[in-house]
Structure formats: structure tokens, C-alpha cells
């Protein structure tokens, strides 16, 4: 694509953090994104967060946990969830439980991700 945007990046980048063996290609792409001074919105941190669930790396969700803080999508309640899914994925569950805690207007999706983990204690 001669010229990418937002929307394309966010395209590729949710694509690729649902299938394990590419989701280290989403990574990839929002450093090229940020080459391309397009910064991520809270899609693009929903999708990343899940490629970090996908690849299992607590790390990598924590940094973008801190990412998430400073760009100012931590009220996104899609955000909120897929931070909720990642640490409650890696087994951390009273940083899921803070999360949880945090969404002010719980989506149905909020409370299927504490549900589910709530079964698995």
C-alpha cells in the first residue's frame, strides 16, 4: 500500500495477534507505525493485548499496560477488558481482579473475561 494508515495498521495488526505462530508480527507492525508517526488508539492497543495473551508473554503485556496509561486509553473499557483477559491468561488474577474492578461501565464482554476466570480459580 503506497500510503498506510490508522485503519490499515489496525487491520493487520488485529489479524495477526489472533493466530499464535504471527502474533509477534503485530509487534513488528506497530513499530513500523510509529516510523510512520501514526500512533496507536485503543484498537490498537486491544489487538496488541491479545497478541501478548496469544504469545503468553506477561512482560510484554505489562509494557503495554504502561503504554496504555500514558497515551490515556486506560478508561477504554474494550482496552480495560483485554487487559483483564491478558492478565487473567497469564495467571495473574489479582491484577485481573484490580482491572476488573476498574471498569466503571462493565460491558457484557467485561463480564464474561471475569467469569470465565472467576470459574478457573
Known amino acids: 500500500m503506497p500510503r498506510r494508515n490508522l485503519v490499515s495498521f489496525n487491520a493487520l495488526i488485529a489479524a495477526y495477534s489472533r493466530v499464535p505462530p504471527y502474533a509477534i508480527s503485530a509487534f513488528k507492525l506497530l513499530t513500523q507505525m510509529e516510523i510512520e508517526r501514526l500512533r496507536p488508539n485503543g484498537l490498537t492497543f486491544t489487538s496488541l493485548l491479545q497478541a501478548s495473551s496469544c504469545l503468553e508473554d506477561r512482560l510484554m503485556g505489562s509494557e503495554l499496560h504502561a503504554q496504555v496509561v500514558k497515551s490515556g486509553f486506560?478508561?477504554?473499557v474494550c482496552v480495560q477488558t483485554?487487559?483483564?483477559?491478558?492478565?487473567?491468561n497469564s495467571g495473574d488474577l489479582e491484577f485481573a481482579n484490580?482491572?476488573?474492578?476498574n471498569i466503571v461501565d462493565k460491558d457484557p464482554m467485561a463480564w464474561n473475561s471475569y467469569d470465565l476466570w472467576e470459574l478457573e480459580k
Open 74 to 76: 486506560l478508561n477504554d
Open 82 to 88: 483485554s487487559l483483564l483477559g491478558m492478565y487473567s
Open 98 to 101: 484490580k482491572i476488573f474492578g
